[in-house]
C-alpha cells in the first residue's frame, strides 16, 4: 500500500510470533476465543465512558454495543468485528507490536520448554493467537479521537499501518480480518462457528451474531414452467391452498420454495451468573465460570468458591474463588502490582479490574466479581475510588474470603483429628477434599502470612489459617489449634523457632531439653516467617516464645536461686572475658540437656536466623 508506514516487531514479541505460527498445537480454536474477549473488552471500554458521556456512542448502529462474526468463503476470510472502543493509530502501534508486556517474555519462556499456549490470554497476549490460523491480518479500527487506520502483518517480524483508503467506514471499533491458512479451512464452516462462539462466549455481556445464511420461504408463481420445479428439487410441495380470496375472486395460484439468504443471527444469550441463586448454578457452571474469568483454560477446577449476596447499607453480589494454582508472578511485583483479579461491576456494567481498594494486597491470589447496586454509575473512576461504600465492601469481601479459605480447611479429612474418627466417619471422607488444605497452603501459604502481617483487624482469623511443621507434627502440617490441642499441663507459651530447614532445627541444641520434656516446638523456615513472628505476638491467649530468645521458662525448679548463686563466679568471669561488646550477659539456664552452653538473643533483638536473613539481603 503506498501510504503504508512499517515498523518492526519489538523483538520479544517477534520471537513470541514465530513460535506462534511454528506451532504444531492441535487446539487451534483459542483464537476465537481471545478475539471475542478482546472485542468484549473494548465493548467495556466505551460503554463505561459513556456512562459520563452519552455523545461518545453517537447514533444509529453505533450505539449498539455488539459483535460481529462473517465468513467469505471464496476469499478464505474470516472477520469479527466489534463496535468498542476503537484504537488510534498510536494504539494499534503500541497495542499491536511495538510495546511488549510484562508477560511477553515470561510466556515465550514457558513455551520454550513445555507450555501450554491454551494459557496465552493470562499472559496478556492473546491477540498473537490469530497466527495459529492465518498467515496474514488485518486489523481495521476507527477509534472516536482518529480517522479510521489499517494495521496489517504477514508475521513476518514487520507490520503497517495506513490511513485506510479502502474499507467501509467502520463508525467506530474494530474489524479483525485473517486470511486463513489452507489448513484452517474448518474456519469457514458456519455450523464450527457457531460450535466455537457458544463455547467461548457463555459468559460474554454483549451478543454476538454471525452472518449466517438462512433458508426462507418465498411464494413463487406456480405452474408457469413445470421444468422450474426440477431446478428447484428443494421447494415444498405444499402448493398455497388459500387460493381464493373471501370475495371469490380468482388469484394466480402460487408456491413456496426455500431460497438463501443472510441474516445477522445472535448466537449468545447474556446472563449474568451471579445474578442466579447460587442453589440454581451448578459446580460445572461454576468452573467454567472461573475460567473465563482467570483466562486459565486448563482442566483444573478452582479449590473453592463462595457466591453471596450482602445487603444493608451497600448492597452487592459476588463471587470469589481460590484457584487451583498460584499464578505465575504472583509475589514479583507484591507491592507494586497494578491489578487485581476482582471485577467491579455496578449494575451490571463492568466498571473496572484495576480497583486495588477492593480487596487487600495479600489476597491478591483471589478471582472474582463484584456487582453493587448502591454505587453511583454516573461518575468517574476517580471518584468511584473515594466512594464511602468501598470500604463496606472490602471488609465484608475479606471476611467471606476468609470463611471460604477456612471451609477448604474443614471439609479436608486431612486436617481433621482422625483419632476422634469411627471408620465408617473415615470411609466417607470425600476423597477429593483429601488434602486440600495442604495444597492450597502450598500455592498460598505465603499469602496468609502476608496478610498476619498486614491485616491486624484480621491477624486473628488469619492466624488460624496458618500452618506449620512441628517437633511433634510428624512431616505434615499442624495448625495452632492443634498445637494448642497438645500443649502440656501447665504449659503458658506456644514455643516456635526459626532457621532454614527443618533439618537443621531438629539437631539445634535449643530443643534438647524442650524434646526431652515432651514439649512441641514449631519450625518456621521460610524467610518471611521472622516478619511475621514480629506480628503474630499471641493466639487464644497464648504468648509465642522463640525458643532460641531470652524469657524462655519451662516451669519453676525450687533450686533455681541456689544454683545460680553458687556459679556467679563462674558467670560473671565469663561475661568479663568475652566483654560487654559481645554479649548482654552470661546466665544459668534450663534449657539444655547435652550441649554445655548456647548463645541466645536478647528478647527484642534480631535471632540469629534474622540476622542471617538480613545479610543475605545487603550482600
Ligand atoms: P490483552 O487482551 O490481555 O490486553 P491481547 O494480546 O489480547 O492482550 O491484546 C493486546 C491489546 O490490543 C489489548 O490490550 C488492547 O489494547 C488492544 N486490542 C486488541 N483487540 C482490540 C479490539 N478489538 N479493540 C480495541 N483494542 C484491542
Ligand atoms: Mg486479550
Redo the contacts with the bound molecule.
Keep these: 500500500r503506498s501510504n503504508a508506514e512499517k515498523f518492526e516487531f519489538q523483538a520479544e514479541v517477534s520471537r513470541l510470533m514465530d513460535i506462534i505460527i511454528n506451532s504444531l498445537y492441535s487446539n487451534k480454536d483459542i483464537f476465537l476465543r481471545?478475539?471475542i474477549?478482546?472485542?468484549s473488552?473494548?465493548l467495556d471500554?466505551i460503554r463505561f465512558l459513556s456512562l459520563t458521556d452519552k455523545e461518545i456512542l453517537g447514533e444509529g448502529d453505533n450505539t449498539k454495543l455488539e459483535i460481529l462474526i462473517k465468513l467469505d468463503k471464496e476469499k478464505k476470510i474470516l472477520s469479527i468485528r466489534?463496535r468498542?472502543?476503537?484504537?488510534t493509530k498510536e494504539?494499534l502501534i503500541k497495542?499491536?507490536g511495538t510495546i511488549a508486556?510484562s508477560g511477553t517474555s515470561a510466556f515465550v519462556e514457558k513455551m520454550q520448554t513445555s507450555g501450554d499456549l491454551n494459557l496465552i490470554?493470562q499472559f496478556?497476549?492473546?491477540?498473537?493467537s490469530v497466527y495459529l490460523v492465518a498467515d496474514y491480518v488485518e486489523?481495521i479500527?476507527k477509534h472516536n479521537d482518529d480517522k479510521q487506520y489499517v494495521w496489517e502483518s504477514k508475521a513476518d517480524g514487520a507490520f503497517a499501518i495506513s490511513e485506510d483508503e479502502w474499507n467501509e467506514p467502520l463508525g467506530r471499533?474494530?474489524e479483525?480480518r485473517l486470511h486463513l491458512r489452507e489448513e484452517a479451512g474448518e474456519y469457514l464452516e458456519e455450523d464450527k462457528l457457531k460450535e466455537l462462539v457458544k463455547k467461548y462466549s457463555e459468559f460474554i455481556n454483549f451478543p454476538i451474531s454471525i452472518w449466517a445464511t438462512k433458508e426462507v420461504d418465498v411464494e413463487v408463481p406456480a405452474d408457469e414452467d413445470e421444468s422450474s420445479e426440477e431446478e428447484t428439487p428443494e421447494s415444498s410441495s405444499s402448493e398455497d391452498e388459500e387460493v381464493e380470496e373471501e370475495d371469490g375472486e380468482k388469484k394466480p395460484k402460487t408456491k413456496t420454495v426455500k431460497e438463501k439468504t443472510y441474516e445477522w443471527e445472535v448466537l449468545n444469550d447474556i446472563k449474568a451468573i451471579w445474578l442466579r441463586s447460587p442453589k440454581e448454578v451448578t459446580d460445572e457452571e461454576y468452573a467454567k465460570f472461573y475460567h473465563s474469568l482467570a483466562k486459565d483454560f486448563s482442566e483444573d477446577k478452582p479449590m473453592a468458591w463462595s457466591h453471596f449476596t450482602a445487603e444493608g447499607d451497600v448492597e452487592f453480589k459476588a463471587v470469589l474463588f481460590v484457584p487451583p494454582k498460584a499464578p505465575h508472578d504472583l509475589y514479583e511485583s507484591y507491592y507494586n502490582a497494578d491489578k487485581s483479579n476482582l471485577k467491579l461491576y455496578v449494575r451490571r456494567v463492568f466498571i473496572s479490574d484495576e480497583f486495588d481498594e477492593l480487596l487487600p494486597k495479600y489476597l491478591n491470589f483471589l478471582m472474582g466479581l463484584v456487582d453493587s447496586d448502591t454505587l453511583p454509575l454516573n461518575v468517574s473512576r476517580e471518584m468511584l475510588q473515594q466512594h464511602s461504600s468501598l470500604k463496606t465492601i472490602k471488609k465484608k469481601l475479606i471476611r467471606k474470603a476468609l470463611d471460604m479459605i477456612r471451609r477448604i480447611a474443614d471439609e479436608d479429612p486431612d486436617e481433621s483429628n482422625d483419632k476422634d474418627k469411627t471408620d465408617t466417619e473415615k470411609a466417607s471422607d470425600n476423597d477429593e477434599k483429601k488434602g486440600k488444605y495442604a495444597k492450597f497452603w502450598n500455592e498460598f501459604g505465603k499469602s496468609i502470612k502476608l496478610g498476619i502481617i498486614e491485616d491486624a483487624a484480621n491477624r486473628g482469623r488469619l492466624a488460624k489459617l496458618l500452618r506449620f511443621e512441628s517437633s511433634k507434627s510428624g512431616g505434615k502440617l499442624a495448625s495452632l489449634d492443634q498445637y494448642i490441642s497438645r500443649m502440656k499441663p501447665g504449659q503458658k507459651d506456644i514455643f516456635y523457632i526459626t532457621g532454614t530447614s527443618k533439618e537443621q532445627l531438629e539437631k539445634s541444641p535449643f530443643l534438647e531439653r524442650l524434646t526431652k520434656k515432651n514439649y512441641e516446638v514449631i519450625f518456621f523456615t521460610d524467610p518471611v516467617d521472622e516478619y511475621l513472628m514480629q506480628y503474630l505476638m499471641d493466639y487464644e491467649d497464648k504468648k509465642f516464645q522463640n525458643v532460641s530468645k531470652e524469657g524462655l521458662k519451662l516451669g519453676k525448679d525450687s533450686k533455681d536461686k541456689e544454683l545460680k548463686d553458687s556459679f556467679k563466679e563462674l558467670t560473671k568471669w565469663w561475661k568479663d572475658a568475652l566483654s560487654s561488646e559481645n554479649v548482654d550477659s552470661v546466665k544459668l539456664s534450663n534449657r539444655l540437656a547435652d550441649s554445655p552452653c548456647v548463645v541466645v538473643t536478647s528478647k527484642y533483638g534480631w535471632s540469629a536466623n534474622m540476622e542471617r536473613i538480613m545479610q543475605s539481603q545487603t550482600l
Excluded at 496478556?124 to 498473537?128: A, C, E, K, L
Design positions: 481471545e478475539l474477549s478482546n472485542a473488552d473494548a471500554k466489534d468498542g472502543i476503537g484504537m494504539d497495542n499491536l508486556k490470554g496478556g497476549v492473546g491477540f498473537y486489523v479500527s471499533g474494530t479483525i
